[in-house]
């Protein structure tokens, strides 16, 4: 049976769907106003993961991850550039798309947009002023009521007297409390703005989540996943608003990924140590990239650095490197088999990947051993699992990431190597390997000649 950590429970549970055979999960996406970082690419893989593998389970799944095109940072990048809004989302959406689907992230079922839903977040907004969960202000704003909801802090584990002792922002004066935080902005100049009860305005960020994931899915549904970041105070204000609403229970399950690290320090542009995707994919090909964030579990901190992307690469090369010797026979996954059994366990015990890599590698040693093309198969076929050994194996070891040595220029110089040896000159010939290893380029010799493949 499949195990979630609920991070509101603080354990693993068996996952029981609402509905049976059915899966409804919301991811929180991207705010679209610069190119997706490390920590995006993160939350992208991990849930595609997850995603896949509810699948592969026989599920049902309606998988929902919202894209936020309307917030001050999109703004004021906009007004900084001068373009429209429109302009400046639809870039940065195109981009993110690219990104994803490089990583070889499969679309969401649904990617609603924070614009295309004003009405369902003006309708909430009205329920929980109905309900005493919410008060308009008079500067036009409308702000939660954080102690009106005895269940606030439920999921970051600290008490409101705890968060309202942390609370370090001055408090608005128009705020009835230092915690409570804002429903609906009033309009303000040179921003876009939409009518509503309490006047013209545009949402606040924590609202747009609540009322998408209800649109979409109803007001009670299966899993719901984002970054550790997005725990408190997003996800926390998300349960408030959506039970303060609907009198009911919001989320069954509650995932959440782990922090991006760079050579051990938390990755910060104020650091200095901050990787957009597009950056990091101009040294290593994307699956490389989507390995080395599935190689680590969802739930730990995943530490970049060259050093381990690098490994990453090495690790990879090694199981395209037995596709390539031992070519796989098409077909199904034999889940009898010990090591599928295994990786099914493994995947089942809260998506522990690092255990389900483990017995790709034990495959790759055993199809090294017996040339075997079934279990060559097998590991193709449970490597697609998680979206990983898609690509040609050729294709892969002479990829481009690692040198920019032509593969014309490749191939001249085994044939001068080849020359060499027929020749005798073993100096030259042993210079000209030395000469493509230094390049990254490793040669294989066999009983059908010399083939190559990248580090």
Known sequence: MLKIYNTLAREKQIFVPIVAGKVSMY??????????????ARVMVVFDMVNRWLRASGFDVTYVRNITDIDDKIINRAN???????????????????????????????????????????????????????????????FYAVSSFDSYGQLSGKSLEDLRAGERVEVDSF??????????????????SWDSPWGKGRPGWHIECSA????????????????QDLQFPHHENEIAQSEGAHDCKFVNYWMHNGFVRVDDEKMSKSLGNFFTIREVLRKYRPEVVRFFILRAHYR????????????????????????????????????????????????????????????LFELATEANRSKSA?????????GRLMGLLEDDPVAFLQGDHATDESPANID??????????????????????????????????GPQGTTWRRL
């Open 27 to 40: 991811v929180c996406g991207m705010t679209v106003y610069d190119y997706c970082h490390l920590g995006h």
């Open 212 to 227: 998408m994931g209800a649109h979409h899915l109803g007001l009670h549904f299966d899993i719901h996943g984002g970054g």
């Open 412 to 445: 001249d110089l085994i044939r001068q190597r080849i020359e060499a040896k027929k020749a005798k000159n073993f100096a030259e010939a042993d210079r000209i390997r030395k000469e493509l290893a230094d390049q990254g380029i490793i040669l294989e010799d």
């Open 80 to 142: 900084e550039r001068g373009v429209t809004i429109g302009d400046l989302t639809a870039e940065f959406i195109a981009a993110m798309d690219d990104d994803s689907a490089k990583l070889g992230v499969l679309r969401p079922d649904i990617e609603p947009r924070a614009t295309a839903h004003i009405d369902d977040m003006v309708a909430m907004i009205g329920r929980l002023i109905e309900k005493g969960h919410a008060y308009p202000a008079a500067n036009g704003d409308v």
């Open 175 to 192: 705020k009835r409390d230092s915690m409570d935080f804002v429903l609906w902005k009033a309009a303000k100049p040179n921003e876009p």
């Open 300 to 359: 730990s901190p995943l530490n970049y650095s060259d050093k381990h992307l690098d490994d990453a690469n090495q690790a990879l090369t090694r199981l395209y490197t037995t596709l390539k010797n031992v070519p796989p026979v098409a077909t199904g996954i034999d889940w009898t088999t010990p090591q599928a059994a295994r990786l099914k366990e493994a995947m089942d015990d809260d998506f522990n990947t690092p255990e389900a890599m483990a017995v």
């Open 374 to 382: 079934e279990t060559s198969g097998q590991l193709s076929a449970l």
